[in-house]
Every structure is written in C-alpha cells, then in structure tokens.
C-alpha cells in the first residue's frame, strides 16, 4: 500500500539529527514540521525569512503574518529569528543548512532534478529551488513514484527542464525509500504491502535492488 503524505513525512524526519538547521520545500515536506521527535532540537528555515519554524498553528493560534515560503501559516518556536529573504538566501547559498527536503517532478539516475516547470503550463519561476539544490549537500527528494498517468518519475533522464544536475542522492516516493549510486536507483526501504514487482514496474531508470529490501514500519 502506497505511503501517505503523513507517512512520508515521518520517514523523512527519522533522517533529522540533534542540531540541524533543515529547510522544508512546498508540499509534503512541510509535514516534516509536524513530526521532529520529541526532546530533538532541529531549527527549520524557510526561504522568504525565517529560522525556527514550527508546526502548522490551531486554528486558534493562527497569525496571517506568519507564513512559509508557500504562503502557508506557521508558528515560530522559542529562539527564532525573522530576516530578509536576502540574508536566508545567503545562509542557503552560503552551505549552513544541514539538510534539504524538496519536491521534484522528475528525478534521473545521474542525480539531476526537474522540479519547477512544466511544458505549457503557467508557472511563476523557479523560486529557490535552484538555490536550495546547489547550496546543500544532503537533499531529500518526496514525490510519488509515479505520475496520475502511471508514467515513472524516476529515470535514466530528466526529460523535463533541470532544477540542478548531479545533486540527488536520496529519494522518498510513495512506494520506496531509494539512494543514486553509481548511475543507477538502489532500493533500500519499500512502503508496507508495496512488492518489489510494483517498484520495477514503476521505476523506468535503472534499479538496483538488494537480496533483502526491508519494509519501512511505522
């Protein structure tokens, strides 16, 4: 059965560590808020200006002020700072954030990501994907496996406009958990009830999987 947006994020968050500054993209990784185990200190920041984000607010406790980089409201935990877009995007291009956790469109064996345009379709920009992919060195991709029309979005090549090249090595779809090594997809983890057949079927760049490819427990 696949992963749920919620599963997701707690498997993304098992990857959290004491101390880390992580910035969450749009989407499913901003549920990553909601889940940082408890007495683990993470600083979330988020590209229009802020480190120290919280979980999503009550709708009590709302603040229309307070907002992410998607525009979604958010707290701010004990300790958090407010800034210019300009100084975050500095700390992002400046390497100081510990992990990455971005959507994606489609993602290749060779590590590159498409992740903000679409053929024909209105769009505003890239945002600060490109920024967030060449300034971190540990990135997390979430995405379904594949699209609403069964094609894979995981390939030999991109074959939408690149976000960055080379820079992906972890990735977490609905179905699976898999890192980029040596220019192939290496399955490390399958979502509950998920068959290995089900993986390959959905996965057009090469695959590599191991004698034994644990089922994720949550």
């Known amino acids: 059965m696949a992963l749920s947006r919620d599963q997701m994020a707690i498997r993304v968050a098992r990857e959290l560590q004491d101390g880390y500054y992580v910035n969450l993209g749009i989407g ?9 185990p408890d007495g683990m200190e993470v600083m979330l920041q988020s590209e229009n200006g802020l480190l ?22 958010v707290t701010a935990v ?6 210019s877009s300009a100084e975050s995007f500095a700390m992002i ?3 100081h954030v510990d992990l990455t956790v971005l959507g994606a469109f489609e993602v290749d064996v060779s590590g590159n990501i498409a992740s903000w345009m679409i053929p024909k379709k209105l769009i505003k920009g890239m945002g600060g994907a490109m920024d967030l992919v060449a300034g971190a060195d540990n990135i997390i991709v ?26 992906i090595k972890k990735v977490l779809t609905d179905l699976a958990w898999l890192e980029i090594e040596n220019g192939a997809f290496v399955l490390k983890e399958r979502a509950p009830g998920v068959s290995i057949e089900e993986i390959k079927a959905k996965t057009q760049g090469r695959l590599i999987v191991p004698e034994h490819v644990p089922e994720m427990v949550f």
């Not at 984000?53 to 980089?69: L, T």
């Not at 979430?142 to 894979?152: F, I, Y």
Request: proline share 5%.
């Open 28 to 36: 499913i990784p901003t549920l990553v808020a909601n889940f940082i």
């Open 52 to 73: 120290g984000m919280g979980s999503f607010p009550s709708e009590d406790s709302v603040d229309a002020d307070m907002i992410n980089a998607g525009k979604q409201t």
């Open 78 to 83: 004990s300790g958090s700072s407010i800034f």
């Open 93 to 95: 291009r400046g390497g």
């Open 142 to 167: 979430t995405m379904t496996h594949a699209s609403k029309n069964g094609d894979s979005k995981l390939l030999d090549v991109c074959s939408l406009p690149l976000t960055g090249k080379g820079c």
